[in-house]
């Protein structure tokens, strides 16, 4: 069988979709293909147990609100296909080791009072930490937002700020360094630390420094936004209006070649034979490590597949999901708290330590970084009355010792140990309020989505190594692949993984370019 269109996308992430939505706006006409028996990668929802809907992966979408897309609602997909944000209070409720609480509210002086049962001084830092970003949070918004090149880069534009001196020493400073510069008691050190690694970069690297105040930030002025009924929501209204569009979505597809004519790639070959061409283009968000061994060396060029070779993964995750009878409630100073996004910190350094030693590839067996998402909080409708849906997000790595497959008998025993620790905090997390669980361990996670090369959901690590013009390979940072015809988007080209449609919407704008159309037809251009 061989179908063709205009554009042929391969995989149905959330980015993909958002790049096929904007060339369906533009009059295109779109075929795209997905591995899974589902689109929407990892923001899918999904009926783990009967009757609960499981965020699989994502479930906090904060970081595509400030995407135009979202923010003037460009396609329609708020007013028209039925998509809708909650913004959970309190933000988040964290444990530290020593069995005190920090709840974080979006009315910051609450927040701030939090703080300051710890150290007055720190919550004063707080309160600078958030305002002081607000001098600097559009700049950065607006080098994520546009490709690379369409503009000058955060630090040519940080160089050009009021106080250049100060924001460019803080980005290329750590966030570790940061935190216990900005900072003097442990409890908020512990909790800055969290919050930095969520995106899983070691935040003991150079050039992690601005994480220590934009996912606060972020949080701080918005909360944990979550889509109404699961994070597979964004799919279904990316889908309907792709749909509306006349585009055709095709999943258990798993691509394994790039069809070439003339040096051109024009088309994806799936494993079982069938082929999908296309007339423009290929937009691809196959993992740059599988995507290399899609086409002969001599089409990547040595430049290029050294660039991957060299393309470090990323932090691996490993998820506990659970339907529960009870949310998780943690006992704090003021009674019992839960919130949509929870968890438990270690210390800083212990926090430290344990992301860059996963990011090296070592099993750690204590977790220092516990995510706890408890999206029925705000959202009931995800499960039974009453009852709830859990999940538990750590780090850790993809080869416990001795090979991936050991993962398979000894990840049960792992999630009993993660339980155990969060029992000190949420006592009354007991068994008798879990009804059933599924674990998975960062194999699973590949295996459930091939994107998530080696259990790492961000399609590479962030690290100053890997971004902006580095991400994926240098050269080749502008969606465009050595492969005429082929286009990256995903979380392996910039600004990287989690649900912002950032590149996307990028890998869009290029590919007008391309065409010879102007990209404000469809969107916002700044
Ligand atoms: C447990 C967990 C929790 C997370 N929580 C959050 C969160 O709360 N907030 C957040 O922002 N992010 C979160 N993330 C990360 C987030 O899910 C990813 O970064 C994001 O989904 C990346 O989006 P994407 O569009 O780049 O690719 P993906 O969502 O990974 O989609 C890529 C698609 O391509 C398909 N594909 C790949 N290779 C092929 C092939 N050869 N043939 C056909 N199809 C192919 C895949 O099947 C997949 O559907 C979480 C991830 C995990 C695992």
């Known amino acids: 069988m061989t179908a063709t269109a205009d554009f042929v996308i391969a995989g149905a992430g959330h980015n993909s979709l958002i790049t096929a939505a904007y060339l369906a706006a533009a009059g295109y006409s779109c ?55 909650i913004d959970p209070e309190p933000v988040e409720v964290v444990a530290f080791p020593d069995g005190e609480t920090l709840t974080m509210s979006l009315d910051l002086d609450a927040t701030c009072a939090e703080i300051a049962r710890f150290s007055e001084r720190d919550a004063e830092a707080y309160r600078r930490v958030i305002s002081e970003y607000e001098e600097i949070k559009r700049i950065l ?64 690297g150079a050039g992690t420094g601005l994480l220590a105040y934009q996912i606060v930030s972020g949080r701080q002025a918005r909360s944990w936004s979550i889509p109404a009924g699961g994070s597979g929501r964004l799919i279904d209204a990316l889908v309907g209006y792709l749909s509306a569009l006349g585009a055709t979505i095709e999943c258990d597809v798993v691509v394994d070649e790039l069809l070439l004519e003339d040096g051109r790639c024009i088309g994806v070959r799936a494993e079982d034979g069938r082929e999908w061409r296309a007339r423009l283009g290929v937009i691809s968000t196959i993992h740059v490590k599988h995507l290399v061994d899609m ?21 691996p995750f490993f998820g506990g999901y659970f339907a529960t009878s009870a949310p998780v409630e943690f006992a704090t100073h003021a009674g019992p708290r839960s919130a949509v996004s929870s968890g438990c910190a270690g210390w800083l350094e212990d926090q430290a330590l344990h992301l860059r030693a996963v990011s090296n590839g070592e099993f750690v067996e204590s977790d220092t970084w516990v995510l706890v998402a408890t999206p029925t909080l705000a959202d009931p409708g995800r499960a039974p009355d009453g009852h709830h849906t859990v999940k538990m997000v750590t780090f850790n790595a993809y080869d416990p010792g001795g090979g991936p497959d050991k993962w398979e008998a000894m990840k049960d025993a792992h999630l009993d140990r993660q339980l155990e620790h969060l029992r000190r905090f949420a006592p009354g997390f007991t068994d008798d309020v879990i009804l059933d669980r599924v674990v998975k361990s960062p194999v699973d996670v590949e295996a459930q989505n091939r994107h998530m090369f080696h259990g790492a959901p961000h399609g590479g690590d962030r690290s100053i190594a890997f971004t902006e013009a580095q991400r994926p390979v240098p050269g080749w940072a502008q969606h465009r692949m050595p492969i005429d015809g082929l286009y990256q988007t995903g979380g392996t080209t910039h600004p990287g993984g989690s649900i912002t449609g950032a590149p996307g919407r990028n890998a869009a704008m290029v590919v007008l370019e391309d065409l010879g159309r102007d990209p404000s037809e469809v969107m916002e251009v700044t």
Request: proline fraction near 7%.
């Open 141 to 204: 918004g607006a080098t994520r937002f546009r490709p690379v090149g369409h503009g000058p880069t955060a630090a040519q534009l940080l160089a050009d700020h009021p106080r250049a001196g100060t924001w460019t020493r803080r980005s290329m400073m750590s966030a570790r360094d940061l935190i216990l510069h900005e900072f003097e008691s442990p409890h908020a050190r512990a909790f800055m630390a969290w919050m930095a690694s969520q995106t899983a970069v070691p935040i003991d």
């Open 295 to 315: 086409a002969p060396a001599e089409a990547w060029g040595a430049d290029f597949t050294y660039g991957v070779e060299t393309y470090h993964p990323g932090v």
């Open 31 to 85: 075929a795209i293909v997905d591995a899974r028996a589902i689109p929407g990668g990892g923001a899918t929802t999904e009926e783990l147990f009967p009757g609960y809907h499981v965020d699989t992966c994502s479930t906090g979408h904060t970081l595509i609100q400030v995407n135009p897309l979202i923010r003037n609602d460009e396609l329609g997909l708020v007013s028209k296909y039925g998509l809708s944000y």
